[in-house]
């Protein structure tokens, strides 16, 4: 897990975040602005690819990726800026024509690529990428004026063919300038996966002495995520707390994990006998406040885990937030006995 | 409906909006002023003269800086509007509103109290321009801006601290300080020289906003962009107001000065 947060830095860490399975680039064909077929794989050959969704219309989360992008490209010298792709697919192909998308994007940088297709076409790219189809959310009753859902992260494609790190919505200037020109010089991907291995384990080591650094996401924070060792073979309960830093409510609408077929949000109901878990079928994250999953309230199920969990091994979580998007957390496996010391529920000396 | 203007993420429109917490701190300080006036009238058997021209402005300047659309764009869209206030709100608008206490009401000043001796004290030359220095220091720090120009109530924490550190830097220019020895006009063009002209504070801050390669603020830097306007360079915009704008204002203080002890001179 890879902190994007703007306090504590290693300067030798990756400030995007680091996914927990490196994510193959896909294959895909769609129409560039000139009217001809573009192949993602082919035309990002040993380049750098940053892979967005977005929309021309979007008025924050779109411009500020590509302004941000373009202004890093442009002090980097002419031999690594050749070696980045940054291809721009709409998710709102009606309005989206090549003519705009052409004049949009040149206007932050004329060599970013943008493709554009049918919404079949346009949806299955995003499936291929495991994000969440794109909606049209109306503001009023004008059916020409909507605004565009849409998962707000650049996948980064080494030159090795793999995305290791993702660029959620929160990502500056800064951060770019200090992973791209890693991302370019590695051609292999060994010295990426070797610092992200790295910075993994130095993670790990922080939650299990219960200062972990925080994940950050689009003004999101995750901090604290830890599985409780499971008695069960079948489930495990896993706690975390989210910061939601921003002035929006936001929803947390669904959870996944890598070793687990389903997750759950579970509230735990009454007292003594009485008392039980119940399902929460989402979970609303006030503005600047913190949502807590702790043990005996609100917490997270595992639940048909895929092996027997045990303290030691991590978990990854896939969050799915209806306005930041997906967040991806590993949360470490944590003997029951230092649950407390984890969640930091408990002052250590 | 907001209080006061404050960085909240949603993109910019020309849409209107009401700061009513402005209005009433502007309200607040005028009427303030005016009863310190009537207190020291009667304090003194005199009558209270009418408002100074002078103070009626400073009053209105500070209104434009905090209220929309200056506010709401300096507080969570631009950094250069950001600065633009510093300079309304610490530079420019306090040597006019302190036009706005009599005479009277200055020498009130000078009576007993642990109040008075404590505002006696931030007004005296050294301890304002420390303060004064301190202040402009601690509310351009990246950290404190991104945390503070989030909440109405930070934002507003840096604008009264802008007020006030631009009031009690310019007392000893503008007014007497009681019971402190005579500041005498080639101090006064020295302290001017030291705490705006080349301030070293000031100056490191414009070489960090100029100079540094990627934008210093994050809450100006992910705000919602506006059509045309780069983070990078709004930010260089920014550093060269602070500069143009403290050496402008340092400029004409100083011909001021200069002015009076010749006259005084003569």
Request: charge should be neutral; glycine fraction near 8%.
């Amino acid at each position: 897990m890879a902190a994007a947060c703007a306090g504590d830095r290693d300067a030798t860490a990756f400030r995007g975040v680091a996914l927990t399975s490196p994510l193959a680039k896909p294959s895909f064909t769609l129409t560039d602005v000139n009217g001809r077929p573009w192949e993602f794989a082919a035309e990002t050959r040993d380049k750098v690819a940053l892979l967005f969704f977005g929309y021309t219309h979007c008025p924050d989360v779109c411009p500020l990726h590509m302004a941000n992008i373009a202004a890093v490209l442009k002090r980097m010298s002419a031999t690594d800026r050749g070696r980045v792709v940054t291809v721009f697919v709409t998710t709102d192909p009606e309005r989206d024509t090549p003519e705009r998308l052409r004049e949009w994007l040149g206007n932050f940088d004329p060599s970013f690529v943008g493709l554009t297709g049918t919404r079949a076409e346009l949806e299955s790219v995003q499936a291929l990428l495991k994000v969440p189809a794109a909606t049209r959310e109306y503001a009023g009753a004008d059916s020409s004026a909507y605004y565009v859902g849409h998962a707000a992260q650049v996948f980064a494609f080494a030159r090795d063919g793999y995305a290791y790190t993702i660029y959620p919505f929160g990502i500056r200037q800064d951060d770019w300038a200090n992973d791209l020109p890693r991302l370019v010089r590695d051609a292999t991907g060994t010295e990426i996966r070797r610092a992200l291995a790295a910075q993994a384990k130095a993670e790990a080591l922080a939650v299990q002495r219960g200062d972990a650094s925080p994940m950050t996401m689009g003004g999101l924070m995750v901090t604290q995520a830890v599985v409780a060792e499971p008695a069960s073979q079948d489930e495990a309960a896993a706690y975390l707390t989210i910061h939601n830093d921003t002035p929006q409510e936001d929803t947390l609408v669904a959870i996944a994990a890598d070793l687990a077929v389903r997750g759950e949000v579970h509230e735990t109901m009454g007292e003594g006998e009485m008392r039980h878990m119940m399902a929460m079928p989402s979970l609303v994250l006030p503005p600047r406040a913190e949502t807590k999953l702790v043990p005996g309230e609100r917490h997270i199920m595992l639940l048909q885990l895929r092996r027997a969990l045990k303290a030691g091994d991590s978990v990854t979580l896939y969050l799915s937030l209806s306005r930041a998007g997906p967040v991806e957390v590993r949360a470490p496996v944590v003997p029951y006995a230092d649950l407390e010391k984890a969640l930091g529920l408990v002052k250590t000396p | 409906m907001s209080f006061w203007c404050a960085a909240t993420g949603q993109p910019w429109t020309w849409a209107w909006k009401a700061y009513p917490g402005v209005w009433l701190f502007i309200g607040l300080l005028a009427l303030g002023v005016w009863r310190w006036n009537r207190a020291a009238a009667r304090w003194a058997g005199t009558t209270a003269p009418p408002a100074h021209p002078a103070f009626a402005a400073g009053l209105v300047i500070l209104w434009l800086s905090l209220d929309w659309p200056i506010g709401a764009l300096g507080a969570g869209h631009l950094a250069s509007v950001h600065m633009l206030q510093f300079l309304l709100m610490a530079l420019v608008a306090p040597p006019l509103l302190l036009f706005g206490p009599t005479r009277d009401a200055v020498a009130m000043l000078q009576g007993p109290g642990s109040g008075r001796s404590i505002a006696r004290w931030l007004v005296s030359p050294f301890p304002a321009l420390v303060q004064f220095s301190v202040v402009v220091l601690a509310t351009h720090l990246p950290a404190v801006v991104d945390t503070l120009m989030a909440t109405q109530a930070g934002s507003m924490t840096i604008d009264l601290l802008w007020i006030g550190s631009g009031l009690a830097f310019w007392w000893p220019l503008i007014r007497d300080v009681p019971r402190h020895p005579r500041f005498t006009h080639p101090v006064k063009i020295g302290y001017v020289i030291l705490g705006l002209m080349f301030s070293p504070v000031m100056f490191g801050l414009v070489g960090f906003l100029v100079n540094s390669e990627t934008p210093m603020y994050r809450v100006f830097e992910l705000a919602p962009p506006l059509p045309g306007v780069d983070a990078r360079a709004d930010h260089v915009l920014a550093g060269t107001l602070m500069s143009v704008g403290g050496m402008t204002v340092a400029f004409v203080a100083i011909s001021v000065l200069f002015y009076r002890w010749n006259r005084e001179s003569a």
